[in-house]
């Protein structure tokens, strides 16, 4: 379900009013998917607002307890900011705002979109809210540490079960070996066993495409890697 503050008028004529519901929020402008954990609490400020709540002090604040609502409903922060970066009053001026937005993100992990317009925020949150309703996790924060083998992106594709394209694309997963340098390897040496087989030498002497050879450093790499 998605709640919306009574204060945003002028929004929730953009929304379906039967995926809606509109009533007092404490925090918050928008609430998405709220009804369990991992949902969105959303502020929604326009550029002039932002900038006024910086200068009147209430920027702090609102930040503060949007954190710690998030923080005891185990829900995501999200800052949805309308409008362009030169529709500031001139009191503040673009770049300060921007130095802001980034602290925003970076010292206290709430996310920011950017709209152009109430009528792309509309929009903006009937996507949200669809996302959300496909799947709730999707809004789950990831915690568990980054492994090494996590960042390796395969390629399926429909000759898959080809020997050469395995052969390159094995190759290809090494950090410094580009499909290029894969496929200069493997004509060099088309088989597993060839490949295997020769030397470090051997190796960073195959002279790719461009001209360039190997070298020693991706031969090595290599060499570590499947010996």
Known sequence: ????????????????????????LPVGDIWIGTDTSNGL??????IKDLEASVLDGRYREQRARLLAFCQDRVAQ????LEGAWSSTT????????MKI???????HGIAVLQTESLEETATL??????YHKEDPTHFVRETHPLRAIDTIHVTKKSNSADPTQFFIASLAQAPGVSPKVAE?????FPSWSQFLAASEGAIASIVQPNGRKVGPAVAK???SLFH
């Not at 922060?77 to 949805?80: A, E, N, Q, S, T």
């Open 125 to 130: 949150v009937k996507a949200l809210a669809e």
């Open 90 to 97: 001139g009191r503040l001026s673009a770049p300060a705002l």
């Open 221 to 223: 790499r290599l060499w």
């Open 101 to 107: 937005v980034s602290r925003l993100q970076a010292a």
């Open 77 to 80: 922060p999200l800052y949805i």
């Open 184 to 188: 200069a390897i493997h004509t060099t």
């Open 41 to 46: 609490v959303i502020e929604r400020k326009s």
């Open 1 to 24: 379900m998605t709640y919306i503050d009574t204060r945003e008028r002028y929004l929730i004529p953009l929304l379906p009013s039967d995926q809606i519901t509109v009533q007092t």
